[in-house]
């Protein structure tokens, strides 16, 4: 059940991401525990990260090396707008707005 939930919360992300932001592809990465960059034991959590054709590869976004071409509140507030309105026609399927 938490599993399902995990990757129903993943497909999620990767649809707001879509709707906001259009890259190209996606890196989705998992970690759990602490040596693998969790911070906390038998925590998990993922990442998903945006790609586009032509960018840098994975590593930078890992390494701390942060190439961020739009401010985090920015992304935050299109991100949430995004979400509210996916959340609004689940709600009231059929309703145009």
């Known amino acids: ?3 399902a939930e995990h990757f129903e919360l993943v497909k999620l992300g990767i649809a707001l991401l879509k ?5 190209d592809g996606f890196n989705v990465g998992l970690n759990l525990g602490r040596v693998a960059g969790a911070g906390v034991d038998r925590h998990l959590h993922t990442h998903i990260v945006p790609r586009w054709l032509g960018d ?3 590593m930078p976004v890992i390494a701390n090396t942060r190439v961020m071409s739009e401010s985090l509140p920015s ?6 707008k995004a979400l509210a309105q996916r959340l609004d026609t689940r709600a009231n399927p059929g309703v145009s707005r």
């Open 19 to 23: 709707d906001v932001a259009h890259p």
């Open 56 to 58: 840098t590869n994975f």
């Open 75 to 80: 992304m935050y507030s299109r991100l949430k």
């Open 1 to 3: 059940q938490e599993s």
